[in-house]
């Protein structure tokens, strides 16, 4: 589904030049469930905005399916992702001034499905993660856990095929963290391919396969044990 080649990611400013990735080389197929560990600043989160579009490498191949997204322009890129992405955020990043039920509905944003098919879509995917009950909040009205629940639900509200998640229990407690692992199993189960940054080993060991970061590049690869 995904194959990274030997992807760069630099930063250049005045002073110094930061290589926050190099020789990136990457294959995840259809229906995995990967998991990508190594401690700060080693790169996840830029690998993570490299395959989600939202960044672009400074060098190297993207393939995704046979489309080589570097041929692709700003309005190519923008569907692809509102039709086959779901980003989770460690922060959440719900928007303070909308419902619950409104964050959930910006994740079809860039699709034109019928009024009715949206309100249903929202409602299935609140459903889901089990907050239904809090439609009508704010964000700030909701639990941690709630919030990450509510982020994941506009994650999957499009029914993406290819989920990215950055640290979805970083800012959760263990039986918070539990239940969006459960949600995040149960959608790989259901066919998702899921890509989640942890810092959490027992919730890396959820994943079919683990990578290891240190330094922009990815040191080790190690499938489960089954
Ligand atoms: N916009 C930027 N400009 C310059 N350097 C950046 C920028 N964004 C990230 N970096 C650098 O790239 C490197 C990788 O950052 P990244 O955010 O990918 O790390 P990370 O592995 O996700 O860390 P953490 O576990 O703390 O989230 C770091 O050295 C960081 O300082
Ligand atoms: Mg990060």
Do not use: W
Not at 15 to 44: N, R
Not at 64 to 71: E, I, P, V
Not at 103 to 127: C, F, I, P, T
């Amino acid at each position: 589904m995904i194959r990274l080649e030997n992807i760069q990611r630099r930063y250049a400013s005045d002073e110094v030049e930061t290589t926050a990735l190099s020789d990136i080389d990457l294959h995840v197929a259809q229906g995995e469930f990967l998991a990508i560990m190594g401690p700060s600043g080693c790169g996840k989160s830029t690998l993570l905005n490299i395959l989600g579009t939202v960044d672009r490498p400074s060098a190297g191949r993207y393939m995704f399916g046979d489309r080589d997204l570097a041929r692709l322009d700003e309005a190519a890129l923008a569907r692809l992702r509102s039709e086959t992405l779901g980003f989770v955020f460690q922060s959440f990043n719900l928007i303070d001034e909308l419902t619950i039920q409104e964050n959930v509905e910006l994740g079809l944003a860039y699709r034109k499905d019928k009024s009715g098919d949206r309100r249903q879509r929202v409602a299935a995917a609140m459903d889901r993660v089990g907050i239904s009950h809090r439609a009508k909040h704010y964000p700030h009205q909701l639990s941690g856990g709630q919030q990450q629940r509510a982020a994941i639900a506009r994650a999957i509200v499009g029914d993406p095929s290819l989920i990215l998640a950055d640290e979805p229990t970083g800012n959760l407690d263990t039986e918070n963290g539990a239940q969006v692992m459960n949600i995040l199993e149960s959608l790989n189960a259901e066919g998702a391919t899921i890509i989640m940054v942890t810092h959490s080993p027992s919730h890396a060991d959820a994943a079919q396969r683990r990578i290891d970061m240190l330094d922009g590049r990815i040191v080790a690869s190690v499938a489960r044990a089954i």
